[in-house]
């Protein structure tokens, strides 16, 4: 059964940066396109970037530029570098296969407040 651990996640104030970091037990990913997913309050989960199994990132537009999705393989690990944070980052971030195959971990939460 695959586990997705996500961590890294606080409070930080406008412009600051955090950086998530997801395990994933129990299954070899390294074939898998990966992905970051934000929940913020009362609305849908939705992609924030992704990377395939040969580092080809992809990223939606409210966070390219700023956030920065990588991988290691042999750790079995997802990272997302976080900067120049803004107040609408705000949200439970989840990481998961692009297809959400997996059963979703308990995320990681992203204040973003002065």
């Known amino acids: 059964q695959v586990q997705l651990v996500e961590s890294g996640g606080g409070l930080v104030q406008p412009g600051g940066s955090l950086r998530l970091s997801c395990v994933v037990s129990g299954s070899r990913f390294s074939s898998n396109t990966m992905g970051w997913y934000r929940q913020a309050p009362g609305t849908q989960r939705e992609l924030v970037a992704s990377?395939?199994?040969?580092?080809?990132?992809n990223y939606d537009d409210s966070v390219k530029g700023r956030f920065t999705i990588s991988r290691d393989n042999a750790k079995n690990m997802v990272y997302l570098q976080m900067n120049s944070l803004k107040p609408e980052d705000t949200g439970i971030y989840y990481c998961?296969?692009?297809?959400?195959?997996?059963?979703w971990g308990q995320g990681t939460q992203v204040t973003v407040s002065s």
């Open positions: 998961n296969d692009l297809y959400g195959i997996w059963s």
């Open positions: 990377i395939t199994s040969r580092q080809y990132t």
